[in-house]
């Protein structure tokens, strides 16, 4: 499979714990980004990267959320001291640069009791 | 960033055309129209892309007026699996990154 990869499918914490979700884009893909989804409603953007540079974050990502990408190959998103708004679907995509199209992962839903 | 708007939801029946419209008024020059889709519980599927003319792949062909102002995915003969959340977003700049902003979709029901 030559798809993007997201790991681990489903994550169950308890609200202040930390968790950590992981990508691996589609080799030779250049750029990844992470979005979030809730319910109804369609992905938002939280940060992208171009190689192992994070080059732009939103405004969504709290100081609770940090997004590394070590070698510019896999990528992780840890949320640290979990809370109940950051149940959701975590989604990953990766590029070629230029206006070539992200393919997405099938992402993590995260849920927290 | 040029604002899509997509109806709602449709119904289209299995094997007839789908054709699923969107307005994007404000688009920039440079700035592409991208189609997903979304069937639920996996990602976002890419479908097609385009600039000024009109694209076809495998899966969907991409109409866009002359003016840009507004497109249509057309799904030839939809199937079951075509059930899904479609959505139409004008991509970013290159030098902006790229990152694609999803609004509700269309949720389009094939049915037998």
């Known amino acids: 499979d030559t798809g993007v990869s997201q790991n681990p499918r489903h994550k169950i914490t308890k609200r202040g714990q930390n968790v950590t979700f992981r990508c691996d884009p589609i080799?030779?893909?250049?750029?990844l980004y992470w979005y979030r989804q809730t319910l109804g409603q369609g992905p938002e953007f939280l940060t992208y990267f171009q190689n192992e540079a994070q080059l732009e974050k939103s405004r969504l990502l709290s100081d609770r959320f940090s997004a590394e990408r070590p070698k510019g190959s896999f990528s992780t998103l840890e949320i640290q001291r979990t809370e109940q708004g950051d149940s959701a679907m975590y989604l990953c995509a990766s590029s070629l640069w230029g206006e070539q199209p992200q393919h997405f992962g099938d992402g993590t839903r995260l849920s927290i009791l | 960033d040029a604002k899509t708007t997509q109806p709602p939801s449709m119904d289209c029946a299995e094997g007839r055309a789908a054709n699923l419209p969107c307005n994007h008024s404000t688009i920039s020059g440079n700035e592409y129209v991208y189609w997903y889709r979304q069937i639920h519980s996996q990602g976002p599927q890419y479908i097609i892309h385009g600039l000024k003319n009109n694209e076809t792949n495998e899966m969907a062909s991409l109409i866009i007026t002359e003016d840009r102002k507004s497109s249509t995915l057309i799904l030839p003969h939809a199937t079951l699996r075509d059930t899904a959340v479609y959505y139409c977003?004008?991509?970013?700049?290159?030098?902006?990154?790229?990152?694609?902003?999803f609004g509700q979709g269309t949720e389009l029901s094939v049915k037998p």
């Open positions: 977003i004008v991509r970013v700049r290159r030098n902006q990154g790229g990152k694609l902003i």
């Open positions: 080799s030779e893909h250049n750029r």
